[in-house]
């Protein structure tokens, strides 16, 4: 009995080993990715101009749920997208 809890004890130690391996590695391969990005200039994280037509959309159909509910409901939706109904 002796030598089977042996045998656990050193496979669980290989794969805490293998996966430390692992961590190491991928943390290396991403730190490595990343150093080459550090001077060059910050994309902005907004948007700076609307595109041209991007709000120009249409009310299509619109909806009133009685009852308990009692909502009003609008589908809208862009010009190309409402000639195939």
Known sequence: ????????T?????AVCLVAVATM??????????RGHGDAEAAPVFVT???QGYREWTW???AH???????LGAVIGERC?????
């Open 25 to 34: 590695a991928g943390l290396g391969a991403l730190t490595a990715a990343a």
């Open 60 to 62: 299509i159909s619109s």
């Open 65 to 71: 749920e009685a009852g308990k509910l009692n909502s």
């Open 49 to 51: 101009e609307i595109p």
């Open 1 to 8: 009995m002796k030598c089977f809890t042996f045998r656990m």
């Open 10 to 14: 050193a496979v669980c130690l290989v």
């Open 81 to 85: 997208g409402d000639q195939g109904l």
